[in-house]
């Protein structure tokens, strides 16, 4: 069995910084590509940034130059450092990792429970 377990959301002021924090526990062999995703009220979820094993990223659009996603191998974290934030970036945002089970099972696309960001003076 295996988990995300996320941190850091909150409220935070237009302009503000916040980073976000997802580390994956249990039987775990391997951790391939992690991602942050976002959803907003009435919108469908969208995919933020996204990163390899060896540091490889991609980014929406609008979050380009105002956020960066990095990873801590030795500890299956991944993070999202957030600058410049607009009131647009208020969503629940996800986390997502792609994980081989320790033992020789399938890979398996495992969700966060999800942290609320709000962007509001």
């Known amino acids: 069995q295996v988990q995300l377990v996320e941190s850091g959301g909150g409220l935070v002021q237009p302009g503000g910084s916040l980073r976000l924090s997802c580390a994956a526990s249990g039987n775990i062999f391997q951790v391939n590509g992690m991602a942050w995703y976002r959803q907003a009220p009435g919108k469908q979820r969208e995919l933020v940034a996204a990163i390899t094993p060896i540091g490889s990223t991609t980014y929406a659009d609008s979050v380009k130059g105002r956020f960066t996603i990095s990873r801590d191998n030795g500890k299956n974290t991944v993070f999202l450092q957030m600058n410049s934030l607009k009131p647009e970036d208020t969503a629940v945002y996800y986390c997502?990792?792609?994980?081989?089970?320790?033992?020789?099972?399938?890979?398996?696309?495992?969700w966060g429970q999800g942290t609320q960001v709000t962007v509001s003076s």
């Open positions: 997502n990792a792609v994980i081989l089970i320790r033992g020789g099972g399938p890979y398996q696309n495992t």
